[in-house]
C-alpha cells in the first residue's frame, strides 16, 4: 500500500504562486509514475506526470506555468501565474508503469487533495 498526503494549498489572486507537495509513504510492488491531478467543477485532468524515466510530461494549460520536482519520497508542484481557472482540487497520484507497452497505466493510489482556489 502507498500513502500519498499532500499539502501547500491555498487561496491566491490570479497572477500569484503556490507551491504543492506531495509526501509518498509505504511501498508496493510496481514501478511507478506520479504525477498530479486536478478536480475542478465539470471534469478531472491530468496536470503532470513523471514516468519511471524521469521523462515529464505536462498538460498543455500548464506548461510554462507549472514546474515539478521530485526526489526520494517527495514531490513538488510549483505553480506559477496562476489562473482562476487553474481552481480545483489537486490530487498527487501513483500508477504502475508497464514496460511492456512503455507506458503509465491507471493510477491506483490516490493522496486526499488540496484545494487550489485562484480569484480574478
Known amino acids: 500500500q502507498v500513502n500519498l498526503v499532500e499539502s501547500g494549498g491555498g487561496s491566491v489572486q490570479a497572477g500569484g504562486s503556490l507551491r504543492l507537495s506531495c509526501v509518498a509513504s509505504?511501498?508496493?510492488?510496481?514501478?511507478?509514475?506520479i504525477g498530479w491531478l486536478r478536480q475542478g467543477p465539470m471534469d478531472r485532468d491530468g496536470v503532470v506526470v513523471i514516468?519511471?524515466?524521469?521523462n515529464t510530461i505536462y498538460s498543455e494549460s500548464v506548461k510554462d506555468r507549472f514546474n515539478v520536482y521530485k526526489d526520494k519520497n517527495s514531490m513538488y508542484l510549483q505553480m506559477n501565474r496562476l489562473k482562476p481557472e487553474d481552481t480545483a482540487m489537486y490530487y498527487c497520484a501513483v500508477a504502475p508503469f508497464s514496460f511492456y507497452y512503455h507506458a503509465c497505466e491507471e493510477y491506483r493510489h490516490w493522496g486526499q487533495g488540496t484545494q487550489v482556489t485562484v480569484s480574478s
Open positions: 509505504g511501498r508496493d510492488n510496481m514501478n511507478y509514475c
Open positions: 514516468d519511471v524515466d524521469g
